[in-house]
Nanobody
Framework: QVQLVESGGGSVQAGGSLRLTCATS??????MAWFRQAPGKEREGVAR????????DYPDSVKGRFTISLDNNKNTLYLQMNNLKPEDTAMYYC?????????????????WGQGTQVTVSS
């Protein structure tokens, strides 16, 4: 079992920054990711990282603004979000998989945190 606990959400103005943190425990994961879900919308993957080589991947909507990173020693996953836009407003979730084969699809991840809210005002 993998346990995930997110923190770091909040309210910021457009152009601001936030850093989300996901504390992990339990079995080690091969692939971790951040997803977000706005009211009435499907859950969207915004960043993925492999835990062995720290290679990462992003969709175009956040590329250049969001950075995912992993501190293996602290078992902590981060999401640095810069130049935030109102459309980034959503609940953000940390997710993990014990399989290295993973995409930015939520169905690839069996383990989830409870989420942390990010609100960006214009």
């Amino acid at each position: 079992q993998v346990q995930l606990v997110e923190s770091g959400g909040g309210s910021v103005q457009a152009g601001g920054s936030l850093r989300l943190t996901c504390a992990t425990s339990g079995y080690s994961s091969d692939c971790m990711a951040w997803f977000r879900q706005a009211p009435g919308k499907e859950r969207e993957g915004v960043a993925r990282i492999w835990t062995d080589n720290h290679s990462s991947d992003y969709p175009d909507s956040v590329k250049g603004r969001f950075t995912i990173s992993l501190d293996n020693n602290k078992n902590t996953l981060y999401l640095q979000m810069n130049n935030l836009k109102p459309e980034d407003t959503a609940m953000y979730y940390c997710a993990a998989s014990r399989r290295r084969m993973c995409t930015l699809q939520s169905t690839d991840f069996p383990y989830w945190g409870q989420g942390t809210q990010v609100t960006v005002s214009s």
